[in-house]
Each structure stands twice: as C-alpha cells, then as structure tokens.
C-alpha cells in the first residue's frame, strides 16, 4: 500500500511559468490536504479537497492559486505566473475521514522560482 | 494569543538523554498529532491522540484534554532523532490543522 505520493519531488520555474504539482493519497483516502512551508517558516495550511469538491480553500492566496481534485487521478496544485515568493515546500496529506483519521504526508515539493 | 505554543524551539541534547517536548494550545480540539519532519525532508506523522498516552519503540506521546496540553517523550535519544517535532490539531470546527511552531532537536553522540 503505496503511502501518499508527490511529485515532482523538486521543480525549479522561472518568473511568470506556471507550475504544477500532483498529489496521489493513499488508496482508500478522499480527504486531500496541501500545506505550505516557506522556507525557515511553519507549515501553513492552503486547501482541503474531498473527490471533486473544494471543501476549504481560505488559506489559498486569491490569485494565481488553484486546487482539484478530480474523480480520477491526482489532485493537483496549480500555481500560474509563478514570482520569488511562491519558492517553498509544498506538503499533501491525505486521510480517510475528515477528523480523528491518521494524517499520511507525501514528501512535498520544493518549489524554486528563479 | 497563538493557539498553539511549543516549547522549546531548540533543544540540543546528548545521545541517550531522555526528552521532553511540550505543546499547549488554546482551543477545544479532539485529536492532537505529532509530526516529526527531517532537515529537507519529509514530514512524518508520528502520533494522533485525544486522550492519555501512546507509545511507539522509545517515543512516548501524552495528553491532558482538560489542561489543554501535550508532551513528546524521546527515551534513549539517538542522534537520528535529530529533526524537527511539530504537533498540530483540527482548531476548533475548521477544517485546518494549526500547526506549532515546531521544536528543533539536535541530539549529539
């Protein structure tokens, strides 16, 4: 039972490229999370997904930023016209339930814009 | 006031000391979890608890709904302990999990 898989695992964009990051859960899981590191920061909560439904995206900044989680496939975290500032760790995590479920983390992806 | 405080931010250690970590937080919550994440790695969840202790090999994980208030014990530290320990929980009804500020541990052989 593969555990909750991102990738890529380092994506390195210019100014003004977009990026695009892909968030597998665990089998059995539809509760997605993504979470935000900046670098020397905490983890920052973005967006929480159940299958096709966007159940709390208030950390999401306005623009640029959007979140899917489609019937099939990954859920993916899509960041247009990317600027320095978006350079950070980016964490999935996935449960079976909403709460009082064991939270699985992927790896993340680290994000470098140049 | 932060929701969630932990302390300490940093704690060096010697390998084999036994170690505390502490996370007191302000709002009711029904689950705490403890997250250990490595210099550039990912994180890993360690514990979830809503009542007493839970214990996994040489990590201990307590919790007082009541005092608002958990602790991570580390027995027998090893230098591959050394990461960053963060607890977090489900505030109140909201979907997001509030995250400590985390705790820096550096156990030295």
């Known amino acids: 039972n593969a555990g909750v898989m991102q990738n890529p695992r380092h994506l390195v964009r210019r100014r003004g490229q977009e990026a695009r990051l892909r968030c597998s859960p665990m089998?059995?899981?539809?509760?997605v999370y993504w979470y935000r590191q900046l670098p020397e920061e905490g983890l920052k909560f973005m967006v929480y997904l159940q299958k096709e439904n966007i159940i709390d995206e208030s950390g999401m900044p306005k623009e640029r930023f959007s979140a899917e989680f489609p019937k099939e496939g990954p859920s993916i975290l899509r960041i247009q016209q990317v600027v320095r500032g978006d350079s950070a760790a980016y964490f999935c995590a996935s449960s079976r339930d909403r709460e009082n479920s064991p939270l699985h983390f992927g790896n993340g992806t680290r994000l470098t814009v140049t | 006031k932060n929701e969630v405080e932990q302390s300490p931010q940093n704690l060096t250690a010697q390998e084999g000391e036994f170690i505390t970590i502490n996370c007191s937080y302000s709002?009711?919550?029904?689950?705490l979890h403890w997250l250990q994440q490595h210099p550039g790695g990912g994180i890993v969840s360690l514990f979830m608890?809503?009542?007493g202790k839970k214990k996994h090999g040489r990590l201990i994980a307590t919790i007082n709904i009541q005092e608002k208030h958990s602790s991570l014990h580390i027995t027998a530290s090893h230098p591959r302990d050394s990461a960053v320990y963060i607890c977090?929980?489900?505030?109140?009804?909201?979907?997001?999990?509030?995250f400590g500020t985390g705790t820096l541990l550096a156990v030295q052989p």
């Open positions: 608890l809503s009542s």
């Open positions: 709002v009711g919550i029904s689950a």
């Open positions: 977090a929980f489900y505030g109140g009804a909201t979907n997001k999990l509030i």
């Open positions: 089998k059995g899981h539809s509760h």
